[in-house]
């Protein structure tokens, strides 16, 4: 549940940003690191505290669609009718970037990722901070790079803290992320629409909102967030299991003397403690996939922490619907 939206807290990020320092915000996927997007000081210390590199492009947060022709230009109809339905949202536009938009925020592209977040919080802020320029945060998830994305405030604490011992000048908790997965991201920097990663809004979705095919974005694609092939990663060594090779995986490691910790289905979890597999935490993976989306980084980061010497995940269907859920995991897994 989200917590009713403190004002004064809203109020004292905006002073943060504006002084070039950075907070780490809610939204309705994953929690992120924002910094003013105009303040190129401030944005190369968010890669900084995150271990980024530097030509790995970020997402500019923005107040709404009326902020589109201040950070984009040749803005598709398409582009417009996306946002229309879907921001405030999970969904995520590359667009080509106006010379007001640096290429510290691009990774030295001549395109811009630009997301409008519903979660009230960022919303809040992102209104209060915008101003007659429209202002916008760059805001990657709030994590060290390439490890588990923060689907709470706790998460952002434990992994990047606050100053004088972490990298934050704040941290807004505004509770649990609804979504829990990061946003699509689609690219109409040519017009024609290409999915660069996949999140809530499925392509199914945006292929009836477009009347037209959206297929995977290739080789020449603008480079995006989330898409290195070894991404969301614990530290414990992670493998994705056919729900028929789980029972088999688990006595292998056991004899091995290995300890497992497991993210499976009932059935699979009934079976291990049937043969007298004992996990070192055993996590039920619910069977709808919005709320295994909302349950996964979470999930994640208590297996990672759980000691085991290796986490075993049920492999997710393959159904276009656990998309989102696949990419992650497989990434995770890499």
């Not at 938009?101 to 901070?129: E, I, M, N, Y």
């Not at 490890?147 to 998460?155: D, L």
């Not at 729900?243 to 003397?257: H, N, P, Q």
């Amino acid at each position: 549940m989200t917590p009713e939206i403190d004002v004064a807290a809203i109020n004292a990020a905006v002073e943060v940003l504006e002084r070039g320092g950075l907070v780490a915000m809610p939204t309705e996927t994953v929690y992120g690191l924002a910094a003013d997007a105009d303040n190129e000081a401030a944005v190369l210390s968010s890669y900084q505290a995150k271990g980024r590199p530097l030509n790995h492009p970020l997402i500019v947060h923005v107040c709404g669609p009326e902020a589109l022709d201040h950070w984009a230009q040749e803005i598709p109809e398409s582009a417009r009718m996306l946002t229309a339905k879907y921001w405030p949202g999970p969904l995520t536009l590359v667009l080509k970037k106006k010379p007001r938009c640096g290429l510290f925020v691009t990774g030295g592209q001549d395109t811009v990722a630009l997301r409008c977040p519903s979660h009230p919080w960022a919303h809040a802020l992102l209104t209060k901070f915008a101003g007659p320029t429209y202002r916008g945060v760059t805001a990657p998830s709030a994590n060290t790079f390439g490890r588990i994305s923060p689907s709470c405030a706790a998460h952002v604490a434990e992994d990047l803290g606050l100053k004088p011992e972490g990298k934050l000048d704040l941290i807004l908790d505004g509770g649990t992320c609804e979504f829990g997965i990061e946003s699509t991201m689609l690219d109409l920097s040519t017009g024609k629409p290409r999915l660069l990663r996949h999140g809530v809004i499925s392509r199914a979705e945006l292929e009836a909102a477009l009347g037209v095919p959206v297929p995977d974005a290739g080789s020449d694609a603008p480079r995006a967030s989330g898409r290195l092939k070894s991404h969301y990663a614990p530290r414990t060594k992670l493998e994705l299991v056919d729900a028929d090779e789980m029972l088999e995986r688990a006595k292998a490691l056991k004899c091995a003397g290995d300890t497992v910790a497991v993210m499976a289905g009932k059935p699979v979890l009934e079976r291990l403690a049937a043969a007298d597999i004992v996990p070192v935490l055993s996590i039920e993976s619910p069977a709808d996939v919005k709320a295994y989306g909302a349950l996964l980084y979470d999930a994640l980061h208590r297996l990672d922490h759980a000691g085991a010497k290796r986490i075993l995940i049920e492999r997710p269907a393959a159904d276009p619907a656990w998309a989102a859920v696949a990419d992650r995991l497989g990434r995770a897994a890499a």
